[in-house]
């Protein structure tokens, strides 16, 4: 049973360019996160996703920063017109199908985006 | 708004000793707690989760911790400090249904073992 997948796992953009960033849940799971990770910080919530809805978006910058998760095919975090403050790791995790607290959310390796 | 603290970013074992990363939440509602380990350049993995059952609870790789309600904390421990054990640990939190499970994370605490 495959884990979650992210690809890529490493993405370098110049200032301004579009990065797009994708995540393949675990067979059977419906409900994804994004999350960001800066240098030296913890992870901090993005969005909260289920198949072709965004349930919670309380953590994604107001602008530049958008989140898919269609009803085929990856959860798609986009991020358009890139600065040097976006440089950092995302990561997705995918849960259940119950989507309840107690589920474990199981994390991808990361794409780790370098903007130059 | 719920939100988690850990006491030290860095923390120094020497192989064989007791392992001791803390972790104290702040919360209006009971709180799920989850401790999670990130090797360099991995994503993280689940250790081991508190779901009101039991306060002490046993994860993988000989970790446990235990919810101290009195105390906000979940402190996570380890009896004898193993090389693999090197890595980042993040103590999250998770409380309710409204808030779609979204974890709220501590810093992290870098944990160096030493021979």
């Known amino acids: 049973n495959a884990g979650v997948m992210q690809n890529p796992r490493h993405l370098v953009r110049r200032r301004g360019q579009e990065a797009r960033l994708r995540c393949s849940p675990m067979k059977g799971h419906s409900h994804v996160y994004w999350y960001r990770q800066l240098p030296e910080e913890g992870l901090k919530f993005m969005v909260y996703?289920?198949?072709?809805?965004?349930?919670?978006e309380s953590g994604m910058p107001k602008e530049r920063f958008s989140a898919e998760f269609p009803k085929e095919g990856p959860s798609i975090l986009r991020i358009q017109q890139v600065v040097r403050g976006d440089s950092a790791a995302y990561f997705c995790?995918?849960?259940?199908?119950?989507?309840?607290?107690?589920?474990?959310?199981?994390f991808g390796p990361g794409t780790r985006l370098t903007v130059l | 708004a719920q939100s988690v603290t850990q006491l030290g970013s860095h923390v120094s074992v020497s192989e064989g000793a007791l392992v001791l990363l803390r972790c104290n939440y702040s919360?209006?509602?009971?709180?799920?707690l989850f401790w999670y380990v990130q090797y360099p350049n991995q994503g993280l993995q689940l250790l081991l989760k508190?779901?009101?059952?039991?306060?002490l609870v046993k994860g993988i790789n000989g970790f446990e911790a235990e919810f101290k309600k009195s105390e906000t904390s979940f402190h996570l421990t380890k009896p004898s400090a193993h090389m693999s054990d090197a890595a980042e640990y993040f103590c999250?939190?998770?409380?309710?249904?409204?808030?779609?499970?979204?974890?709220?994370f501590g810093g992290g605490t870098r944990v160096l073992v030493k021979p």
């Open positions: 996703l289920q198949k072709e809805n965004i349930i919670d």
């Open positions: 999250a939190v998770s409380v309710s249904w409204a808030a779609g499970n979204k974890l709220t």
């Open positions: 919360s209006s509602v009971p709180p799920y």
């Open positions: 508190y779901t009101s059952a039991a306060t």
């Open positions: 995790a995918s849960s259940p199908e119950s989507g309840v607290p107690t589920d474990t959310q199981y």
